[in-house]
Nanobody
């Protein structure tokens, strides 16, 4: 079983920055990639970004390109999402996720490709 724990959410003014982290642990963490999703009140969960664990290739949804940066620390099994130039519409609960071991689909931009999910961390951007 894989456990994912997010941290780093909070309240920030529009135009500000925030970094959220996702620590992965478990019996054998061997995911080929990980991703970030977010869900705003009354809306469906949407893909934000994904990163390959080996090589570091990244993929972003259009609305965050140029503002968000996904990265990972292989030694710590930790993934990060650096969020700059935040907008009120970025307000959501942010979730990290990992696909099943053996999955290879790239980019994993759909929630059904993921098997493990964190509990989420709230990011609120005030105007």
């Amino acid at each position: 079983q894989v456990q994912l724990v997010e941290s780093g959410g909070g309240l920030v003014q529009a135009g500000g920055s925030l970094r959220v982290s996702c620590a992965a642990s478990g019996r054998t963490f061997s995911a080929y990639a990980m991703g970030w999703f977010r869900q705003a009140p009354g809306k469906e969960r949407e893909f934000v970004a994904a990163i390959r664990w080996s090589g570091g290739s990244t993929y972003y949804t259009d609305s965050v390109k140029g503002r968000f940066t996904i990265s990972r620390d292989n030694a710590k099994n930790t993934m990060y999402l650096q969020m700059n130039s935040l907008k009120p519409e970025d307000t959501a609960v942010y979730y990290c996720a990992a696909p099943k071991a053996g999955s290879t689909w790239w980019p994993p931009a759909a929630s059904h490709l993921y098997h493990y999910w964190g509990q989420g961390t709230q990011v609120t951007v005030s105007s």
